[in-house]
């Protein structure tokens, strides 16, 4: 629950500054709902459940566990839907250096709002121009809450078998040249959020 929502002031405050600026509840509402309505048109929504062990090296050796990969980073970060401010935002949130481009999978977490696709496409080609692209809502659908998991969870499946994954559509994404030894998974939320999930392939699957 967010602190507005629990103040009672400053939701008050907050109600205030809407009839101020001349958009009333009614009027935010029609807003959420056109906002919704474009969001549904574009995108086709899936299904999706993903079940993730995250655990430290130790632990899983003291089990004798097998890793299926290393989780490096994940970050996140919301604001103004500015294309602009948005572009900047997310390729702030991407990994730097590590593997070779061309040994560095991205799974794209679009949710296929053409202008945010357009936009991921843009900052990814310029960061990784040689790295294959899987946008994995093509096979799965769009997961919402579930998309990042299910993102990190196919990542770690294909690092650890060094998988070659093939395009999953050939008019937009081209084969891969070599195994992933790194992977990178990306969000970009259909009303709001960014965010970068970096995953490393382990060894022999022992941390």
């Not at 696709?117 to 579930?146: I, Q």
């Not at 650890?160 to 990178?184: M, N």
Request: glycine content about 10%; some cysteine; hydrophobic content about 45%.
């Amino acid at each position: 629950m967010s602190r507005n929502a629990r103040s009672g002031h400053n939701v008050k405050a907050k109600a205030i500054s809407n009839r101020k600026s001349g958009v009333g509840p009614i009027g935010l509402a029609a807003r959420w709902f056109l906002s919704l309505a474009f969001v549904l048109v574009a995108l086709i929504v899936g299904s999706v459940g993903a079940f993730l062990i995250l655990e430290s090296a130790e632990h899983a050796a003291a089990r004798s566990a097998l890793a299926y990969a290393r989780l490096v980073s994940a970050s996140g970060d919301r604001g103004k839907r500015d294309a602009e401010r948005t572009a900047a935002r997310f390729e702030a949130l991407l990994p730097q250096g590590g593997s070779a481009s061309d040994e560095t999978l991205i799974l794209s977490g679009a949710a296929g709002i053409k202008p945010l696709l357009d936009m991921e496409r843009s900052v990814l080609n310029k960061r990784f121009p040689d790295a294959p692209v899987r946008a994995y809502g093509t096979m799965l659908g769009h997961a919402f809450e579930a998309q990042v998991p299910a993102g990190v969870a196919l990542a770690a499946g294909a690092l650890s078998r060094g998988a070659v994954i093939p395009p999953f559509d050939f008019g937009e994404e081209r084969p891969a040249s070599a195994a992933p030894r790194r992977a990178i998974v990306t969000a970009i939320g259909h009303l709001h959020a960014e965010g970068a999930c970096e995953l490393e392939a382990v060894d022999g699957r022992r941390l």
